[in-house]
């Protein structure tokens, strides 16, 4: 009989190569605050043994979504949102027939999971649970899987959500039912296990049918004026239906925007108030105010860039997921418009630095923002960075051997003569005189520091400094040794190791039989 740990670990597939953990220091955090804990990503892969730990309530499990291939098998809208009736809340999401579970968090909130059959694109889910988190107001929430795409050949990994059922059946993070109570573990995975969903059934989820006035703006706008727009916001609504009314009606703007208040606010806004928030935005170019009410719970901000006359080609682009390596000189990864890129710490601190990545990445040139505004928008991307455990030793160890001795033997690379050396090129040449007996017959390559350097950079190994690479290179298997040579008049510092061993015979080919296209 397949045990309940056996049901989650399949449940719950996600990245093998590592699992987040979580120490909770603060049992007692009052309502509304996020319980005090360490949370960390553990380069270790996620075990049987885990999960019955898990649901034993001895070690709380984080699990990555998005697998090494960049698809998964579930995801999460997770709703910071501590003062929410959740009760309530869960009946809301059945009464709408949304194949989510709702699930109390560790601090009180609720994510709204999904279970698929096959593992779809991450990319293809982010798109449908953002579309779903902005439908049901909270457009602000995080979604899991976090990246579209993950770069783990780099020490890149996904962020991790909490797991469920930390206790088992005494736990505090359950999934509720139709009526809002707790289900027990078994009943949850009889019920998940049941509505596992194939990727067709993920289409056909359609929140918002776009079919009114404002199909070709924001999807905030549009959910709002179908939903109407709550009690306090309409101010700041009707600001925002007037900017899109400016952008889509340039000449009758003032007009659709009386129209506007008539048919979408309940009840429609003073003539004086709209005539009031006219001249305000015919003052000046507005863009739309996303992180303000009512229309931040409703945002979609990935669709919206694709509106014509949504946020726009002038907006910065979206950034999140934050993930950082602690080594001496930290690599970064950053979600930049849904594409997963690696950054140095002068690229995330200078704009122009960022913009030219940007511009050679990703074909495009983010505004200009004042250093207050890029301090913020950076010093909120620290704020939930995700820090992942440095690559094993012995890892990070076998990667430098193996580019040192690719960098030695690619014969595409290799120098003709001693003198290229200075040109950056590996040599292969005999072993020095100064070598010790046994490598006397032994031939060599010598290169310069700088040059190897240089290759591992570009080889995106950026994990030793110079005095690290040396140690490293002095050790074994390499057991690299430093000769000196006169170059063309000019002294020279270099280093050698034993010539690494070459594809010298060629691959024998099947026999094609039948027509070769």
Sequence with gaps: MVSFAERFKTLFSGMEQAHGCYIVKDEDTEKGKKKKGKAFTKREPVTLRLWENHLDGKDILGVIPIRADNHCFWGAIDID?????LETFARRIYKLKLPLFPMRSK?????????????IPAKDLQIK?????????????????????VLVDKGDLGNWLNMPYFGGDNSSRYC???????????????????????????????????????????????????????QGTRNNGLFALGVYCRKAFPDTWEQVLIEYNQKYMDPPMDPKEVQTVSKQIGSKDYNYRCNDQPICNFCNASVCRTKPFGVGSGAMPSMGALSKIPTDQPVWFLDINGVRTELTTEQLQMQTK????????????????????????????????????????AGLQDQFTDLVEVFCADARTLAHSKDEIALGRPWAGVAPEDCDLGEKDQARVYFRLKDLADFLARSGFKYYNRSQMISKLSDEPLSAKQHFFNIKGKGMNVWHIREPDRQTESFSLPEMKGNVL
């Design 81 to 85: 949102d501590y003062d929410l009736d």
């Design 107 to 119: 601090s009180g909130g609720c994510h709204l999971v999904i279970f698929l059959e096959t593992a």
């Design 129 to 149: 649970l953002s579309e779903i988190s902005a439908s049901l107001g909270y457009g602000k929430s995080e979604i899991f899987p976090k990246q579209s795409s």
């Design 176 to 230: 509720l039912d139709q009526n809002g109570e707790a289900m027990s573990p078994a009943l949850f995975l009889a019920a998940a296990e049941r509505q596992r969903l194939s990727a067709e059934d993920i289409e056909k989820i359609e929140m918002s049918k776009g079919k009114g006035d404002l199909q070709d703006g924001p999807p905030c706008l549009q959910s709002l004026t179908e939903q109407g727009f709550p």
């Design 354 to 393: 960022f913009q030219k990545l940007c511009m050679d990445m990703l074909n495009m040139m983010p505004p200009k923002q004042t250093d207050r505004q890029w301090q913020n928008i950076i010093q909120t991307l620290l704020n939930d960075v995700e820090i992942l455990e440095k690559p094993k030793e």
